[in-house]
């Protein structure tokens, strides 16, 4: 009964709907995912349940994603985001249609010599980037590489990588492919960018031969003989390669990583030079002989050809992903063959003779075929059948599809002497762009730098204690390639998340000034006059308790001043109704207490007042005044 996964038909992280199983390794699975939120295929990769809980792992893990995102590169393979979901970790990344360098060197062979350049010179090209930016990658390796259906290349799995040299053992085993492995990778010495070339000098042995340059029975034994011995050049299994591949191939497997190339630009302008048919550098036909020279037995198998080897040939990439023909095996009977390829070439050579005689005799021009909108592979079939040279220019196009052809010339039915070129523009594609950096940019300047980029764009605001309005992230990142018209994600910046403002009224101001600053805000004090509550209580506040407001926002609290007073008039020796009146005018209530006086002069005068005259009192206070009451004394018996 077969196992269903349940991650298949699932949506991961509420955003990728995983639909399919791409492969499994050693410590992750890969799937295939429609992002939900960007639409687009991705490949996730998700770390295996049984490792989500190792650290070990999940620290290799994180700096796959952490060393691959930083690497934008036609070569590399994009990571677009990473994360932690349901229990485990995963890393979404570009999605290539195409199989990795080690199924395609299983079920092809060797390549042809053009392709072994050509793929060769991609992988130097994503390690130049890569040791650009501080990056080793420790574990190149054709099941690292993938390979498109248009010959494209690139390099994937930085899950061993490290920034600049460092040491290659991890819980005392060596990492990495032990056939691949550098000399001082199998020492678990720290390693550089020349321990990369190293690897990629044993891909391009792979790639020219269909094996690697040392096997074992286990991966001590290999790891002894990339210490021990030297390579055959790649020529002894296969005599085709020319003598600089040899040199080449040999510098870059040098014991002393001193003695190989010293940067993937170095190895790369060898293998350009050998494409376009010059020799190598003098450096490294020496280093290379010098590598051999340390062999001790020297036989046919470790021997370089001699300098007056056949000079060289200029090398273009052919077919190789789409070639499905088995290898060819060597025929039984050698003999035979013999006999047979002499009377074909006897047959052929006389069949040759009289069609050189016919196209000899042949001077008419001939009809230009028509090949708008034909596939590119059948175009160039039909114009040489025509008896013309084809000349293919590529350039894109949003209305034909990507090998068609879009237009010719001369035109269709024209007549034209037999060996004329032909010109057939051949369509790339919809036109592609590269994403602008709008990180850090106000939002409307974004937009309008990704439209003019003719990109379109999603817009998500975010809460962030940047100003509003900023470009905090997109997706993808700056430097990616895309089709004209396709979505870029910018995440703006909203201001800081709201929080609501606390309710301190009735309480003392330092209190209150404490709790509002404890949630984010700023104070503003606003003293006002209040004859409710006392001095330096709180009586009112802006914005109003429970709104919500983004941190830094400014609450003013209005803080009673207490109850207003006056000075108390001086009113003795006054009439009652004098001093009743100038109190009242004063703002104070006035109560009169009367006292018994013998001395008729102060009847109705104010004899005294409590409080005294020129105190200070809240306004609506009573005074009491103490009025004379005159009664003559009795008189005397």
Wanted: proline content about 6%; hydrophobic content about 35%; charged content about 25%.
């Amino acid at each position: 009964m077969a196992v269903i996964d349940p991650l298949i038909d699932s949506l991961f992280d509420g955003r990728y709907l995983i639909t399919r199983k791409l492969g499994s390794g050693g410590m992750a699975n890969v799937y295939l995912a429609a992002d939900q939120e960007l639409g687009r295929r991705v490949a996730i990769k998700i770390l295996d349940d049984r490792h989500a809980s190792d650290d070990q792992f999940v620290e290799r893990f994180r700096r796959e994603a952490q060393n691959a995102a930083g690497l934008s590169h036609p070569n590399i393979v994009s990571i677009y985001d990473r994360g932690e979901a349901e229990g485990t970790y995963y890393i979404a990344m570009e999605h290539i249609e195409g199989r990795t360098l080690k199924e395609l060197l299983v079920s092809r062979g060797p390549s042809p010599l053009g392709i072994a350049i050509d793929y060769t010179r991609q992988i130097l090209s994503a390690l130049r980037f890569a040791h650009r930016n501080g990056i080793v990658h420790r574990d190149i390796k054709p099941h690292n590489v993938i390979v498109d259906g248009e010959g494209r290349v690139k390099v994937m799995d930085f899950g061993i990588a490290r920034a600049g040299a460092s040491q290659m053992t991890e819980a005392g085993s060596i990492i990495g492919t032990a056939q691949y492995l550098s000399p001082e990778q199998a020492r678990g010495a720290p390693v550089d960018q020349t321990s990369d070339l190293y690897s990629t000098g044993i891909v391009l042995y792979e790639l020219l031969t269909g094996t690697v340059p040392f096997t074992g029975e286990t991966p001590v034994e290999i790891a002894m003989k990339h210490l021990q011995q030297t390579p055959a050049p790649p020529s002894s299994h296969r005599p085709e390669v020319p003598r600089d591949l040899d040199y080449v191939v040999l510098r870059a497997l040098a014991k002393d990583s001193a003695e190989r190339y010293h940067s993937a630009e170095d190895m790369d302008s060898d293998l350009e030079r050998i494409a376009r048919g010059i020799g190598v550098s003098a450096e490294t036909a020496e280093a290379a002989t010098t590598v051999l020279s340390r062999t001790e037995t020297r036989d046919t198998a470790t021997t370089l050809r001699p300098a007056s080897a056949p000079p060289a040939t200029t090398y273009t990439p052919g077919r190789y992903y789409e070639y499905d023909e088995p290898p060819r095996r060597r025929a039984v009977w050698p003999w035979l063959l013999a006999v047979l390829l002499v009377a074909g070439a006897l047959v052929g050579g006389w069949f040759a003779y009289q069609e050189l005689q016919s196209q000899l005799s042949e001077t008419k021009p001939v009809a230009v075929p028509d090949v708008d909108g034909v596939a590119e592979r059948l175009a160039v079939r039909e114009i040489q059948d025509a008896g013309l040279e084809e000349l293919v220019v590529r350039e894109a196009s949003a209305d034909v599809k990507v090998g068609l052809v879009i237009e010719q010339d001369p035109q269709p039915g024209e007549r034209i002497e037999r060996g004329n070129f032909v010109t057939i523009r051949v369509s790339t594609g919809k036109p592609k762009t590269r994403v602008p950096n709008v990180v850090g940019q106000r939002r409307d300047d974004a937009v309008g730098e990704l439209v003019d980029a003719e990109l379109e764009v999603r817009v998500f605001e975010v809460n962030s204690l940047e100003d509003v309005g900023i470009v905090l992230a997109q997706s993808p990142k700056a430097g990616t390639e895309l089709v004209e018209g396709s979505t870029v994600r910018i995440n703006v910046s909203k201001g800081p998340k709201p929080v609501a403002v606390p309710n301190v009224v009735g309480s003392p101001y330092e209190s209150a000034e404490s709790a509002i600053l404890g949630v984010g805000f700023a104070v503003d004090r606003e003293d006002v006059d209040d004859s409710s509550e006392p001095a330096g209580i709180v009586v009112g506040q802006v914005p109003a308790a429970g709104t919500q407001h983004p941190k830094g926002s400014v609450v003013t609290l209005q803080v009673s001043t207490g109850p207003a007073t006056s000075q108390v008039p001086d009113v003795t020796s006054q009439t009652e109704a004098d001093a009743r009146g100038q109190l009242e005018a004063s703002g104070f209530e006035v109560q009169v207490v009367e006292e018994i006086v013998e001395d008729e002069s102060l009847d109705g005068r104010v004899l005294s007042q409590n409080p005294e005259g020129g105190t200070e009192l809240e306004q609506g206070s009573t005074v009491v005044i103490v009025v004379g009451r005159f009664e003559a004394p009795p008189e005397q018996p």
